[in-house]
């Protein structure tokens, strides 16, 4: 099985690429294959049907969909700003939807997102679930949100809070199981 896990946000330091890195290693004990990304891995301009016109699909939306394509499932984690996904993943959304065969379509993606907020994220995990429903992707029924996330991870990586642990531990694979059941689809 292989799993794409990717992290939306931009920042070296940032609680998402931390959680995305999390969840890397938690798909590797399941027996996951990891292929690890970060957005800014894809450079890609905003997406403008007139730049598609001229210029085509950006390499670097290729090299996503790409990834997307080799993969039984993919992980994201994304961070929330102002109760909305960032601009780079909703892009790269946009960008992925102009590839026919949409490299979308009958995927399966498990969603995420750190938040130093009390709710974590869940808002902006909840616009994205819409756009990859729209094309064809099989969103994993929960979402893992960790909420306060600048204080929620130990030197280590891992969570501090054992009970959030166990749920990433199962939520993850239990993902991974559908993602390789729904890849023979």
């Not at 099985?1 to 969840?23: P, Q």
Request: hydrophobic share 45%.
């Amino acid at each position: 099985m292989k799993i794409f896990v990717y992290s939306a946000s931009l920042r070296e330091d940032s609680v998402n690429l931390k959680l995305s890195k999390l969840i890397a290693k938690v798909a590797e004990a399941h027996g996951a294959e990891v292929d690890f990304a970060r957005i800014n891995d894809f450079d890609m301009p905003i997406y403008n049907f007139d730049v598609q016109q001229s210029d085509g699909i950006p390499a670097g939306t290729v090299a996503l969909a790409d990834r997307i394509k080799c993969a039984d499932g993919m992980i994201l984690t994304s961070p929330e700003y102002n109760w909305l996904p960032p601009a780079s993943i909703k892009n790269a959304v946009d960008w992925l939807s102009r590839i026919k065969p949409g490299p979308l379509d009958k995927k399966s993606i498990l969603l995420s997102s750190a938040s130093p907020s009390l709710a974590g994220g869940v808002k902006g995990l909840m616009t994205l679930r819409i756009s990859f429903e729209a094309l064809g992707t099989w969103v994993y029924p929960r979402m893992f949100t960790l909420a306060q996330a600048p204080t929620a991870f130990k030197d280590d990586g891992t969570l501090v809070n054992d009970d959030l642990t166990v749920m990433l531990n199962d939520m993850v694979a239990d993902y991974c199981s559908a993602a390789v059941a729904l890849s023979n689809r």
